[in-house]
């Protein structure tokens, strides 16, 4: 649950960043907002991994 957590916390920060990226560039298009999306993404799915493996062990 720790890995788990430690994710969550990445996510929002990640979030976070590309929120306020988003507003600098305006589009989602921008290569800088689109890799930072795709960052989120991969951590998102990491997540998700995550998350399954820890409902199979418990």
Same mark, same amino acid.
């Given at each position: 649950? &720790?890995? $788990?957590? +430690?994710?969550?916390? =990445?996510? =929002?920060n990640? #979030? =976070?960043?590309?929120?306020?990226? &988003?507003? $600098? /560039?305006?589009?989602?298009?921008?290569?800088?907002?689109?890799?930072?999306?795709?960052?989120?993404?991969? %951590?998102?799915?990491? &997540?998700?991994?995550? +998350? %399954?493996?820890n #409902? /199979? =062990?418990?």
């Open positions: 649950m &720790y890995v $788990q957590g +430690k994710i969550e916390i =990445e996510i =929002e990640l #979030r =976070e960043q590309l929120h306020l990226l &988003y507003e $600098q /560039k305006g589009s989602f298009a921008d290569a800088e907002v689109a890799k930072l999306s795709s960052q989120l993404d991969q %951590l998102i799915v990491l &997540y998700e991994h995550v +998350k %399954l493996a #409902r /199979k =062990e418990g």
